[in-house]
Structures are given as structure tokens and as C-alpha cells.
């Protein structure tokens, strides 16, 4: 390889090979995933007609400088750092989701945590029966509903805007609890640990525009409450009975008793050490996926 180099220097002196190193490497893929991931957001939030109208402005300034319009190559050299405090006020909850996305992803602790649970369930199978049977229950009598799991993220701020419970899963709790024109039924359930730990509790609204407009408050804080965190919330649609699934900002709806079971058990699996371990197990013994 050094050969083949010096013999191109030698007859093109304008050819340069960089020396790549393994540094060099990982700088790349560090970059290239932290750009995937700002595009990503920008791609899913109101930031993305920012980046729109920024180029407008950019195409405007450029045009501005090549006739050289100095009144407005003024006005745009003047007002640009106030532009830049207006972007982050205007832009605020944006920004803020991010950073509460970022603070959710486990880098490390998802590899070395030592926490296990029985089977890799967060919640017990008994638990999530219990919650399926209620919810269409109350989905036959047209009894709107919004019961909220916590997962990960503790969801502390949300649970003293209620008022505190402490007592086992059940349907009939469940159904009782959203009754009409009982104390309890407007609001939110929070369940943490197969546990109703709080009722009548607040839920952030979601501000994405992308949201049918169909859909009323309680699918909107199903999926606010899913976009600020990892928990996965249930509805149960007032007008028409049908339920549905929130979490990380998708809204799964109108399903099935047993599709909403499988999406529980799929969203709501927390891997056990051994399924954590077993990748770093495989390098050693040299296994091979046949995925």
C-alpha cells in the first residue's frame, strides 16, 4: 500500500491519502450517529420548519450580499444574535423534550444494571389481565378512561397532581374508579409496580400538530405524557367505546383484547441480566446470530 502511495505522489503531487487510525473511526461513527439522531428529532418536531425558514432566510442573504444590498445585509447582521434568543424561547418545549429524551436513554446502565425482574415483566401477567378486562369493560358501556403505567421513569410530578391510592390492580377498582359522576372518574389512574399508587391525576397535553383532530384531551395526554417519558398508557374513547394504546408518541388504536395484551407484554419487557449478558457472552464463545 505504501508503494502504490509514493508511486501516485510521485506523478501526482496534487494526491493526498489522509492516514486513517481507529480513532478516526470512531470519531466518524460518533458524529455520523449524533447527526442521525438531530435530523431525526428535527424531522419529528415543529423545529423542522425552522430549519426550513432559516434557509429562506439564508437564500434571501445571499442574494442580499451577491447585489449587495447593504441596508438589508445591516438589518441582518444586527438582528441576528436576537434571532438566536427568540429561535430558543419560541422553541423552548422542543428543546426541553429532547434533553428529557436524552436523559431517558440508558447507554450503560441497560448493560450493566443489576436489576432483574421475574420473567422480564414489569408488571405481572395477573396485572395486565386485569387491565385488559376493565378496559373493555368500561369500552362496552362507553366509559372513558385513561389509566397511565409507569415504567422507567418515575412520574412523581404527575402522581401528586392526583390523589394518592395504594391498592392492588383489579377491574372492578378500575371501573369504579371512572364511573360517572363518581369523586374520581375525571383524571387519570397511575399505576406503578402492579399497584394503583394514585387518581384523578394531570396529564400534559400534546402539542404535535401531526394529531387527528379527531381525537380529543384524553388521547392528547395519552400522547403527551408518552412523549416526556417511557410509560404506556391505556384509553378508553368516551364516544365511541374503542381503546387504545399510547407510548413514546405513537398512538396504537382501536385494538383488540388480545392485540392489546401482545402490545403490553411487548412494550412493558424489561430484558433479565442473562438476556443483557448473553451478546457479551457470545463474543467469547465466537456465536454468530442467524438474524
Not at 421475574?118 to 385513561?146: C, D, P
Not at 398508557?233 to 382501536?254: Q, W
Request: charged fraction near 25%.
Amino acid at each position: 500500500m505504501e508503494q502504490i502511495t509514493n508511486y501516485l505522489r510521485t506523478y501526482f503531487d496534487w494526491f493526498y491519502i489522509p492516514r486513517f487510525t481507529i480513532t478516526d473511526a470512531i470519531e466518524i461513527i460518533i458524529i455520523a450517529v449524533l447527526v442521525y439522531y438531530i435530523m431525526d428529532w428535527f424531522a419529528k418536531t415543529r423545529a423542522w420548519m425552522l430549519i426550513k425558514g432559516l434557509l429562506v432566510l439564508l437564500l434571501f442573504a445571499g442574494i442580499a450580499l451577491l447585489f449587495q444590498f447593504n441596508t438589508i445585509l445591516w438589518i441582518f447582521k444586527n438582528t441576528i444574535s436576537v434571532g438566536v434568543i427568540a429561535v430558543i424561547v419560541i422553541f423552548q418545549p422542543e428543546f426541553r423534550r429532547a434533553l428529557e429524551q436524552l436523559g431517558r436513554r440508558k447507554f450503560l446502565s441497560g448493560i450493566f444494571s443489576t436489576e432483574d425482574t421475574k420473567n422480564g415483566m414489569r408488571l405481572e401477567k395477573k396485572t395486565l389481565n386485569e387491565l385488559v378486562k376493565a378496559s373493555y369493560s368500561m369500552g362496552e358501556q362507553k366509559t372513558g378512561a385513561l389509566i397511565v403505567i409507569e415504567q422507567d421513569v418515575r412520574l412523581g410530578e404527575y402522581e401528586r397532581t392526583g390523589i394518592h391510592l395504594d391498592a392492588v390492580v383489579t377491574s372492578q377498582l378500575l371501573i369504579n374508579i371512572f364511573e360517572h359522576n363518581t369523586p374520581l372518574h375525571d383524571g387519570a389512574v397511575l399505576i406503578r409496580n402492579n399497584r394503583v399508587v394514585s387518581a384523578t391525576c394531570y396529564l400534559p397535553l400534546s402539542d404535535n400538530l401531526d394529531i387527528s383532530k379527531s381525537l380529543g384531551t384524553r388521547h392528547r395526554a395519552a400522547i403527551g405524557i408518552s412523549e416526556v417519558s417511557d410509560s404506556i398508557t391505556i384509553i378508553v374513547s368516551e364516544e365511541t367505546g374503542a381503546v387504545s394504546l399510547a407510548c413514546n408518541g405513537v398512538l396504537y388504536r382501536n385494538l383488540q383484547k388480545d392485540q392489546l395484551l401482545s402490545k403490553m407484554e411487548e412494550l412493558g419487557k424489561r430484558e433479565t441480566i442473562r438476556e443483557k449478558m448473553k451478546w457479551w457472552k457470545g463474543l467469547g464463545k465466537h456465536e454468530k446470530s442467524n438474524s
